[in-house]
């Protein structure tokens, strides 16, 4: 979904003063991308790969060992994925360096920044990626939809459905009901005007109609309740039969706020004008309250309405920071799963899956932060996990899009999908602080691509923290293994000058490997193979003569690890 138009004049009125944002891309795990992590293109001043390059903790090439993250529509319709890493990998602190998120706090501020009340939202974990790797219970079971086309699906049944059309012309409950509950139908454009709030209880089934595109449009003023719970989620969803619901059965949900962007003078007064018919947005409020949405899902929808004219899943237009957004899913999108149109919105919790487009798309001088969010593209269709711009029209337009991002698990549809996007897409003069994310799976750009001189200009500003919390562990080392995989290492000192040793114990004898690979991945020394007895053992290793970074596997019977440690002169 594209802004439909640039109004002429000032874009937008720097209202206090920030410090000029730039690009920190830190802590994130490249691995599988159609065998380039990034294209190393001619961009000046900067690379792709400059980007992974230019900060320490950023990993390619090792694998951060994902439980079932793929998804092979042949095997649909019910699929359970697993987008745990292992806990023996290298996305759990402290077998390796995690980006502690609270030292990039200072990124939140911006030059556009005018109500002073948004508190940076985002906390510090010991891991990368969406999910922790010792969760019992991932935070994305038991209310999410992975069913390809509906089939064999019961969550569907209602006793009973209540029509709704046009504008509601005053407060409105859609309660669940008794027995099998009742269901709501959006005929056409459903819209909740200035002064209105919309709250909708938990369970409840929303459909789209096909027959006449229904979607739902919170306008400027309006506020939107969504009570979703973990064990009964909102469904919004298509009113085909179940088996034959598919991309674009409808619309969407679309939030205006009053937020700033920069596709009109929105500080003076002006408005963006969305697509679909949806409305206008923006204002001069960062803190724009559009209400509360938790535990809701969005299926199936998305449409083409006509030439660079479309709805997407869910639809968020300078939508400020005190809206809460958490616990939401996008299935089956046929446009973006998840797309900001300027604003300060601040989310957590998020998951897209099987969108035709992209997972997570943003534009129009978009702020705000995402903390926690899955990307899976299905085999048969999809784009990028992340597309960014700034403007369009003026890639170098002020109030900047510059959101915060941590914590993503983004996958392609490899090894035989038919994705034309990349991991991450930077362009058109976007800013972007990205940290603590993995990258897997994308077949056709790669895992991060960077276009037009606008975007690589902004340079890097300096490297986030790593987390050195008492709870990840001493990162003055590699550290030890969780004990459940049953194997320990530490490797010392780290960083290395010479020489390093590897401390590991094995629960029972057996053969062991303990490997090292340099950052691209190409074997540098076998420092054990051979039979080992159970017990605690100490090996040294000889650091070659070339600084950088190294990795080591130890493979020891049905049991690996994987882990870090830096050569230096």
């Given at each position: 979904m594209k802004a439909k138009v640039l109004l002429a004049g000032v874009l937008c009125t720097v209202v206090a003063g920030g410090a000029s944002a730039q690009h920190v891309f830190?802590?994130?795990?490249?691995?599988?991308?159609?065998?380039?992590?990034?294209?190393?293109?001619?961009?000046?001043?900067?690379?792709?790969?400059?980007?992974?390059?230019?900060?320490?903790?950023?990993?390619?090439?090792?694998?951060?060992m994902l439980a079932d993250p793929y998804y092979n529509v042949a095997d649909f319709p019910i699929q359970s994925p697993d987008f745990r890493p292992s806990a023996a990998g290298i996305a759990l602190s402290p077998n390796d360096l995690v980006i502690q998120v609270s030292s990039v706090a200072s990124n939140y501020d911006d030059d556009c920044f005018n109500c002073g009340t948004c508190d940076f939202p985002m906390v510090d974990v010991c891991y990368r990626g969406a999910v922790d790797p010792n969760a019992t219970t991932p935070w994305y079971e038991g209310w999410t939809n992975f069913n390809h086309n509906g089939e064999g699906r019961t969550d569907l049944d209602i006793n009973a459905l209540e029509v709704k059309t046009g504008m509601l012309a005053g407060d409105e409950t859609w309660g669940f009901g008794s027995g099998l509950g009742t269901g709501y139908l959006l005929r056409g454009r459903v819209g909740v005007p200035a002064g209105v709030t919309l709250t909708i209880d938990a369970g409840v089934r929303v459909f789209g109609e096909k027959a006449t595109t229904g979607y739902l449009v919170v306008e400027r003023g309006g506020?939107?309740?969504?009570?979703?719970?973990?064990?009964?989620?909102?469904?919004?969803?298509?009113?085909?039969?179940?088996?034959?619901?598919?991309?674009?059965?409808?619309?969407?949900?679309?939030?205006?706020?009053?937020?700033?962007?920069?596709?009109?003078?929105?500080?003076?007064?002006?408005?963006?004008?969305?697509?679909?018919g949806a409305g206008d947005f923006c204002g001069n409020d960062d803190c724009d309250d559009k209400g509360s949405l938790r535990y809701a899902r969005v299926e199936y929808a998305g449409i083409d309405i006509g030439e660079n004219n479309e709805l997407n899943a869910w639809t968020f237009n300078s939508v400020g920071c005190e809206t809460v957004l958490e616990y939401l899913q996008s299935h089956m999108a046929w446009d973006d799963s998840f797309e900001w149109f300027g604003g300060k919105a601040n989310g957590n919790h998020w998951i897209a899956t099987g969108g035709r487009d992209d997972g997570f798309d943003w534009q129009m001088g978009f702020r705000g932060t995402l903390q926690f969010g899955i990307v899976q593209q299905y085999d048969d269709l999809g784009d990028s996990g992340i597309e960014a711009d700034n403007n369009e029209f003026g890639f170098d337009a002020p109030c900047r899009s510059n959101p915060t991002i941590a914590n993503l698990t983004l996958i392609g549809g490899r090894p035989a999908g038919l994705n034309t996007g990349s991991g991450i897409r930077l362009r058109r003069g976007t800013d972007a602080t990205i940290v603590n994310s993995i990258i897997v799976g994308f077949d056709s750009s790669g895992g991060l691509r960077v276009d037009d001189d606008a975007t690589v200009a902004r340079g890097f500003g300096p490297a986030p923290a790593v987390n050195n919390s008492t709870e990840c562990g001493d990162l003055s080392s590699v550290g030890d293994i969780a004990a459940t995989v049953g194997l320990q290492v530490r490797t010392f000192p780290n960083p290395v000058v010479d020489r390093a040793s590897f401390q590991f114990d094995l629960p029972t004898a057996s053969q062991a490997q303990l490997t090292v690979f340099d950052a691209n991945g190409r074997l540098v020394d076998t420092v054990v193979d051979g039979q080992m007895n159970a017990g605690s053992h100490t090996v040294d290793w000889n650091a070659p003569k070339t600084a950088g970074t190294y990795y080591y596997r130890l493979q020891a019977g049905d049991y690996a690890t994987t882990g870090r440690l830096v050569a230096v002169d």
């Amino acid at each position: 979904m594209k802004a439909k138009v640039l109004l002429a004049g000032v874009l937008c009125t720097v209202v206090a003063g920030g410090a000029s944002a730039q690009h920190v891309f830190d802590g994130n795990i490249f691995y599988d991308n159609a065998g380039a992590d990034c294209r190393g293109g001619s961009t000046a001043p900067l690379n792709d790969c400059d980007f992974i390059s230019s900060f320490p903790n950023n990993d390619t090439g090792i694998d951060p060992m994902l439980a079932d993250p793929y998804y092979n529509v042949a095997d649909f319709p019910i699929q359970s994925p697993d987008f745990r890493p292992s806990a023996a990998g290298i996305a759990l602190s402290p077998n390796d360096l995690v980006i502690q998120v609270s030292s990039v706090a200072s990124n939140y501020d911006d030059d556009c920044f005018n109500c002073g009340t948004c508190d940076f939202p985002m906390v510090d974990v010991c891991y990368r990626g969406a999910v922790d790797p010792n969760a019992t219970t991932p935070w994305y079971e038991g209310w999410t939809n992975f069913n390809h086309n509906g089939e064999g699906r019961t969550d569907l049944d209602i006793n009973a459905l209540e029509v709704k059309t046009g504008m509601l012309a005053g407060d409105e409950t859609w309660g669940f009901g008794s027995g099998l509950g009742t269901g709501y139908l959006l005929r056409g454009r459903v819209g909740v005007p200035a002064g209105v709030t919309l709250t909708i209880d938990a369970g409840v089934r929303v459909f789209g109609e096909k027959a006449t595109t229904g979607y739902l449009v919170v306008e400027r003023g309006g506020r939107l309740i969504l009570n979703g719970t973990a064990g009964a989620p909102i469904i919004f969803t298509s009113d085909q039969e179940n088996g034959f619901q598919a991309r674009s059965d409808w619309g969407g949900v679309v939030l205006h706020g009053r937020a700033i962007a920069n596709c009109a003078d929105c500080m003076n007064g002006e408005s963006c004008v969305s697509e679909g018919g949806a409305g206008d947005f923006c204002g001069n409020d960062d803190c724009d309250d559009k209400g509360s949405l938790r535990y809701a899902r969005v299926e199936y929808a998305g449409i083409d309405i006509g030439e660079n004219n479309e709805l997407n899943a869910w639809t968020f237009n300078s939508v400020g920071c005190e809206t809460v957004l958490e616990y939401l899913q996008s299935h089956m999108a046929w446009d973006d799963s998840f797309e900001w149109f300027g604003g300060k919105a601040n989310g957590n919790h998020w998951i897209a899956t099987g969108g035709r487009d992209d997972g997570f798309d943003w534009q129009m001088g978009f702020r705000g932060t995402l903390q926690f969010g899955i990307v899976q593209q299905y085999d048969d269709l999809g784009d990028s996990g992340i597309e960014a711009d700034n403007n369009e029209f003026g890639f170098d337009a002020p109030c900047r899009s510059n959101p915060t991002i941590a914590n993503l698990t983004l996958i392609g549809g490899r090894p035989a999908g038919l994705n034309t996007g990349s991991g991450i897409r930077l362009r058109r003069g976007t800013d972007a602080t990205i940290v603590n994310s993995i990258i897997v799976g994308f077949d056709s750009s790669g895992g991060l691509r960077v276009d037009d001189d606008a975007t690589v200009a902004r340079g890097f500003g300096p490297a986030p923290a790593v987390n050195n919390s008492t709870e990840c562990g001493d990162l003055s080392s590699v550290g030890d293994i969780a004990a459940t995989v049953g194997l320990q290492v530490r490797t010392f000192p780290n960083p290395v000058v010479d020489r390093a040793s590897f401390q590991f114990d094995l629960p029972t004898a057996s053969q062991a490997q303990l490997t090292v690979f340099d950052a691209n991945g190409r074997l540098v020394d076998t420092v054990v193979d051979g039979q080992m007895n159970a017990g605690s053992h100490t090996v040294d290793w000889n650091a070659p003569k070339t600084a950088g970074t190294y990795y080591y596997r130890l493979q020891a019977g049905d049991y690996a690890t994987t882990g870090r440690l830096v050569a230096v002169d």
